[in-house]
């Protein structure tokens, strides 16, 4: 394949993710608090998870070490293993959702979504890359790397309080607090943004762009249910908070 299909396969990509970022503005994807019936066949919330996300770590890692990529590829390779090796093999097992399901077909749809995303940037990053040594040193990696690892941070945080509202045999939902949970509802989706946001800027290449338009098609109309089902589920619900961004959203 040459750069210039790359560019087209990424540019039609972006078009569906903008595509996919309106319809859900109507569908609530299906899993989670979200989740019901009449979507086909189901499967265990943890195993689906696994499912979803192995297939953005094996591109990644197979593109890794099939090719002899600089060593700031090899950074971005590194950084996007190390995120998916906490999401696909770590984050299922700490979820406390024993009994939950999740139905087939988000499973299949995140297969494909990953498969293509994971599919463009490693490919990009195995036979295109053409970074040198002064990329250390250049502004985007300082804010990327910054964003990046604030993102990672808050991200486990909010996920690691998520988790632990529930006792271990609980199954309700209860009101998150504390941390970035002052401001915003979904503080795991605003530290999940901040990190592809700043790995769009330290790869500063367009399939990493894809990815970050991907990432905010899925997560903002995510956030945005998740806050009107908190809205909904409890009347005291602080009502200073926003969805996703702090003071804004
Ligand atoms: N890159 C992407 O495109 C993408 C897309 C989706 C998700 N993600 C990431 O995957 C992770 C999970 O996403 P998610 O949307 O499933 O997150 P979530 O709805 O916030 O759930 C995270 C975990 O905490 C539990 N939980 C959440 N709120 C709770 C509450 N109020 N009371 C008790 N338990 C609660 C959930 O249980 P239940 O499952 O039972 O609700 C789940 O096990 C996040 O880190 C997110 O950033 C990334």
Known sequence: MTLATLYTICWIWIAVGVATFILLQFVTAPYGRHTKSGWGPQISNKAGWVLMEVPSFLIILYFYLSSDQSSFASMLSILWLVHYFNRTFIFPMRIRTKGKKMP?????????????NAGLNGYYLARFETY??????????????????????????????????????????????????????????FGELLQWGGFAIMAWNLPALTFLVWTCANLIPRATKHHQWYKSQFSDYPAERKALFPWLF
């Open 132 to 189: 040198s040594e002064t990329a250390f040193s250049d502004w985007k990696f300082y804010l990327g790397i910054t964003f990046f690892l604030t993102g990672f941070i808050i991200n486990q945080i909010s996920d690691h309080k998520l988790i632990h509202l529930r006792k271990p045999k609980e199954t309700g939902y209860k009101i998150p607090k504390g941390f970035l949970f002052k401001y915003v509802s979904c503080p795991n989706l």
């Open 104 to 116: 087939f077909i988000i499973v299949a749809s995140a297969i494909f979504f990953n498969l293509i």
